[in-house]
């Protein structure tokens, strides 16, 4: 059974950082693109961060140079560091598991809830 389970959402004041994790189970960890979406209130989903299997990284406008992206293969665990938080990153924080060969497999965590102040 696959299992996605995020942790480190919270309230925080502007300009304060966060730490994201997404354990995962069930799946060969370092063969799939892990990534952090993000819902707000009346919005649509958005990605926020993406790292491949090797490695490479992609982010959203909106976090370059403030969130940070990363994996620990041993652990089988997927982070997302959030620094400079501003009240517009306030949402559902979801983890999301991809590979895509001759299938498509496609995995999502229940979610964290990040809350920003000002």
Same mark, same amino acid.
Request: proline content about 2%.
């Given at each position: 059974?696959?299992q996605?389970?995020?942790s480190?959402?919270g309230?925080?004041?502007? %300009?304060?950082?966060?730490?994201?994790?997404?354990? #995962?189970?069930g799946?060969?960890?370092?063969? *799939?693109? /892990?990534a952090? *979406?993000?819902?707000a209130? %009346? &919005?649509?989903?958005?990605?926020? +961060?993406?790292?491949?299997?090797?490695?490479? #990284?992609?982010y959203?406008d909106?976090?370059? %140079?403030?969130f940070?992206?990363?994996? =620990?293969n +041993?652990?089988?665990?997927v982070?997302?560091? /959030?620094?400079?938080? &501003?009240?517009? =990153?306030?949402? +559902? *924080?979801?983890?999301?598991?991809?590979? @895509?060969? #001759?299938?498509?497999r =496609? *995995?999502?965590g229940? %979610? #964290?809830?990040?809350? @920003?102040?000002?």
């Amino acid at each position: 059974q696959v299992q996605l389970v995020e942790s480190g959402g919270g309230l925080v004041q502007a %300009g304060g950082s966060l730490r994201l994790s997404c354990a #995962t189970s069930g799946i060969v960890f370092s063969l *799939y693109t /892990m990534a952090w *979406y993000r819902q707000a209130p %009346g &919005k649509q989903r958005e990605l926020v +961060a993406r790292i491949t299997s090797e490695g490479s #990284t992609n982010y959203a406008d909106s976090v370059k %140079g403030r969130f940070t992206i990363s994996r =620990d293969n +041993a652990e089988n665990t997927v982070y997302l560091q /959030m620094n400079s938080l &501003k009240p517009e =990153d306030t949402a +559902a *924080y979801s983890c999301n598991a991809r590979r @895509v060969t #001759t299938l498509t497999r =496609d *995995y999502w965590g229940q %979610g #964290t809830q990040v809350t @920003v102040s000002s």
